[in-house]
């Protein structure tokens, strides 16, 4: 079992950055996937990016590739998402997510069993 609390999220103008972290606890041992998702009001929650459980391999959507990287501190448990030139779109509230296994190509939010909270970003124009 994976415990996720996601943070930084807020309030930033287009094209401004912002870094969004996920801390982590497991109490089952095993390497696992962290991913990030967002869901905007009345949309689906979507695959933004994910990480494998070293670092080594990352995936993301191809809305945010290229202004957007994911990259983890195992050492710290958090997993972060650093988001630049964000834009009006990019406006969800984003949640980290996580899977035990190998596999960091798998978009489908049913595939992750661990959920944190949220955190709210938003992008004005």
């Known amino acids: 079992q994976v415990q996720l609390v996601e943070s930084g999220g807020g309030l930033v103008q287009a094209g401004d950055s912002l870094r969004l972290s996920c801390a982590a606890s497991?109490?089952?041992?095993?390497?696992?996937?962290v991913g990030w998702f967002r869901q905007a009001p009345g949309k689906e929650r979507d695959f933004v990016a994910a990480?494998?459980?070293?670092?080594?391999?990352?995936y993301y959507a191809d809305s945010v590739r290229g202004r957007f990287t994911i990259f983890r501190d195992n050492a710290k448990n958090t997993v972060y998402l650093q988001m630049n030139s964000l834009k009006p779109e990019d406006t969800a509230n984003y949640y980290c997510?996580?899977?035990?296994?190998?596999?960091?190509?798998?978009?489908?939010?049913?595939?992750?069993?661990?959920w944190g909270q949220g955190t709210q970003v938003t992008v004005s124009s």
């Open positions: 997510a996580a899977r035990y296994g190998a596999n960091v190509f798998q978009k489908l939010s049913d595939s992750y069993p661990y």
């Open positions: 497991s109490r089952t041992p095993g390497n696992y996937v």
């Open positions: 990480v494998s459980w070293s670092g080594s391999l990352e």
